[in-house]
C-alpha cells in the first residue's frame, strides 16, 4: 500500500512522453498498449521497461436518476433529501446532469518487464527511436516511478478519459443519446 505521499509523488512525477494517436472509442472498447520506464531505486544506470495494456470499456451515459442507486455511507439521513433537491433544482433550471462514466480494465497478467543497463536518458531515447520507427498508434510510453508504476498507468488513463470526453460527448450528442 503506497502513502498519500508516495502517491503524490508518483503523480508528479510522471510524464506521458507519447500518447496514443487516438482517443478512448465512444460505442466500443478500445486497447492501449504501454511502455512505461522507470529508474531503479538505489542502483545506478540500471532501468525497468514494463510492457502491458490498458482496456478502456466504451463510456456509458450515466443520468440523473441513476443517483438513486448511489449510497450515502456516512452521512446524516437528510442527505437523501438533499441530494433529490439538489437533482430537481438542476433539472428545473434546464441542466443537464447526465454525464458520461468510463472504466477500464487493466490487464495485469500482460505486464512484461526487462532490466536495462543504461542510464535513464539513453533508455528514454531508445525506447523512443522504436516507437517512431514502428510507428504504433497505440502505443503510450510513460515515465514514472518504479515502486508506484501502477499509480503511473492510473495517470494515463485518467489523462486519456479527459482527452476523451469531449469527442465522447460529440459522438452521444450526434446520434441523439444525451
Known amino acids: 500500500m503506497h502513502s498519500p505521499d508516495n502517491i503524490q509523488y508518483a503523480l508528479e512525477m510522471t510524464k506521458v512522453l507519447r ?3 487516438r482517443r478512448i472509442e465512444t460505442f466500443g472498447e478500445t486497447r492501449f498498449e504501454f511502455q512505461l520506464i522507470s529508474e531503479l531505486l538505489d542502483r545506478n544506470n540500471e532501468v525497468r521497461v514494463r510492457t502491458g495494456e490498458v482496456e478502456a470499456m466504451r ?3 450515466f443520468r440523473p ?9 456516512g452521512f446524516n439521513d437528510d442527505a437523501r433529501a ?9 433539472k428545473e433550471q434546464g441542466r ?3 454525464f458520461l462514466q468510463y472504466g477500464f480494465q487493466f490487464k495485469r497478467g500482460h505486464v512484461q518487464e526487462e532490466i536495462i543497463h543504461d542510464s535513464i536518458d539513453a533508455v528514454r531515447e531508445r525506447v523512443m527511436e522504436d516507437i517512431r520507427r514502428t510507428g504504433n498508434p497505440s502505443l503510450a510510453v510513460i515515465e514514472g516511478v518504479d515502486d508506484a508504476w501502477e499509480i503511473s498507468i492510473l495517470k494515463f488513463s485518467f489523462e486519456m478519459i479527459l482527452r476523451s470526453q ?4 460529440f459522438d452521444f450528442k450526434r446520434r441523439g443519446l444525451l
Open 19 to 21: 500518447e496514443p494517436d
Open 59 to 61: 463510456p456509458r451515459i
Open 65 to 73: 436518476d441513476g443517483y438513486r442507486g448511489i449510497e450515502l455511507e
Open 82 to 90: 438533499r441530494l433529490d433537491a439538489l437533482v430537481r433544482k438542476f
Open 96 to 98: 443537464d446532469l447526465a
Open 166 to 169: 469531449e469527442i465522447n460527448a
